[in-house]
């Protein structure tokens, strides 16, 4: 099993562009998990999936994020307009049915 | 909001040494994990210990747990150089009804050969 997917690792954008962070989680997986990590905040839980579905949202910052599941392989994250702030390292995680989340390698978000 | 806290934030030994993280938390929990994190790369999960558990096995890995006290300690045995990396428990809180986990800040471990 390749293990959780993220695309891309490293993304370098300008302030009040358009960010899509993409998650393609592991087979078989019904449990899909947004964070992000900064050295101030720790490891944020963002948005959380359950068959396609979100279940809590109440992580993510504010309007300018959303998250998609349009399908049980994939994923989306996107950040419109971004903001330096928002620069941080995002990871995607899965989990079967049971408590042990499965994370990816993250993709390093660096706004200018 | 941060439910676990890791203490300490760091530690240095030597290698062959035995390293114990503790993690303290503030509400019920269903359960308590540990993960790694190497420098630049995803967590990974190393053991679960539940509400009725007080105390749980894995490798060179012991994880004790203390509802009572509402804290949990890892205890890396023997280490190793490539046990370096940082240290997060994460807990579900109980009657969440999911499987959200809440991380704390980590232990950042440094062994030296």
């Known amino acids: 099993d390749a293990g959780v997917i993220q695309s891309p690792r490293h993304e370098v954008t300008e302030m009040g562009q358009e960010v899509t962070l993409r998650c393609k989680p592991i087979s078989g997986h019904n449990s899909l998990f947004w964070y992000r990590q900064t050295m101030m905040r720790g490891l944020e839980l963002l948005i959380y999936f359950n068959n396609n579905v979100p279940i809590d949202d109440s992580g993510m910052p504010e309007d300018r994020f959303s998250a998609k599941m349009p399908n049980a392989s994939f994923s989306t994250l996107k950040i419109q307009p971004s903001e330096p702030r928002d620069s941080a390292v995002y990871f995607c995680?899965?989990?079967?049915?049971?408590?042990?989340?499965?994370f990816g390698p993250g993709t390093r978000l660096t706004v200018l | 909001s941060q439910q676990g806290e890791e203490d300490p934030q760091a530690l240095s030994i030597q290698e062959g040494e035995n390293a114990t993280m503790n993690c303290s938390y503030k509400?019920?929990?269903?359960?308590l994990q540990w993960y790694r994190q190497n420098s630049g790369r995803g967590l990974v999960h190393l053991i679960l210990i539940r509400s009725n558990e007080r105390e749980k096995h894995s490798g060179r890995l012991r994880v004790t747990l203390d509802t009572s006290k509402k804290s949990s300690s890892l205890l890396i045995t023997a280490s190793r150089a490539a046990d370096t990396a940082s240290y997060f428990c994460?807990?579900?809180?109980?009657?969440?009804?999911?499987?959200?986990?809440?991380f704390g800040k980590g232990t950042k471990l440094s062994v030296i050969p």
């Open positions: 509400t019920s929990i269903n359960n």
């Open positions: 994460a807990t579900v809180l109980s009657g969440a009804g999911s499987y959200q986990l809440t």
């Open positions: 995680a899965s989990s079967p049915t049971t408590d042990t989340q499965y």
